[in-house]
């Protein structure tokens, strides 16, 4: 178990970053926690794999 990952800590954090797996392919989420701005890097970009962020998010 991740002990030191409390939802006080996620608040207090700068940056959050979220690998995302689907089957054959990464990507990436960062979440800006002063701005509140995702970004989102995907190295095979598609509609298939942007369609699932506002799932992740």
């Known amino acids: 178990m991740i ?5 006080e800590n ?3 954090a ?7 797996h689907t089957p054959r392919h ?9 701005c509140r701005k995702w ?3 995907d190295s ?3 509609s298939v794999h942007q369609a699932s962020l ?3 998010v």
């Open 44 to 46: 095979m970009p598609c």
């Open 14 to 20: 700068n940056i959050l970053l979220m690998p995302v």
């Open 54 to 56: 506002t799932t992740l």
């Open 39 to 41: 970004d989102f890097y």
């Open 26 to 34: 990464w990507s990436l989420l960062i979440c800006d926690m002063k």
């Open 3 to 7: 002990s030191h990952v409390t939802p």
């Open 10 to 12: 996620v608040r207090k």
